[in-house]
């Protein structure tokens, strides 16, 4: 199996930026895709950015687009979340995720493995 741990979460004031990292470990897929979601208490997890295997499509949540920025190093085998402008309503458990098969998706049932979580709490 292939195992994902995100990093780089914390507790941080309104107009501040993180970098989130994911390092994936275990069996190397020769293609995957790689998304970020996020969950913040009592809601249900939504998509917030997603990224193609060479990189060269990414998509983004309209809540997010302009100021978080994904992408990865498949060398390193990691991918990253880039957040700038911070904004309270960004708090939540973010979660990366690797699909290994099937279309393009921007629902958590169509990723196949993720990681455990990471904590960003946004305060004013």
């Known amino acids: 199996q292939v195992q994902l741990v995100e990093s780089g979460g914390g507790l941080v004031q309104t107009g501040s930026s993180l970098r989130l990292s994911c390092a994936a470990s275990g069996r190397t897929f020769g293609s995957y895709a790689m998304g970020w979601f996020r969950q913040a208490p009592g809601k249900e997890r939504e998509f917030v950015a997603r990224i193609s295997w060479s990189g060269g499509s990414t998509d983004y949540a309209d809540s997010v687009k302009g100021r978080f920025t994904i992408s990865r190093d498949n060398a390193k085998n990691t991918g990253y979340l880039q957040m700038n402008s911070l904004k309270l309503e960004d708090t939540a458990v973010y979660y990366c995720?690797?699909?290994?098969?099937?279309?393009?998706?921007?629902?958590?049932?169509?990723?196949?493995?993720w990681g455990q979580g990471t904590q960003v709490t946004v305060s004013s």
């Open positions: 995720a690797a699909q290994v098969y099937g279309r393009v998706s921007y629902d958590p049932k169509g990723y196949h493995y």
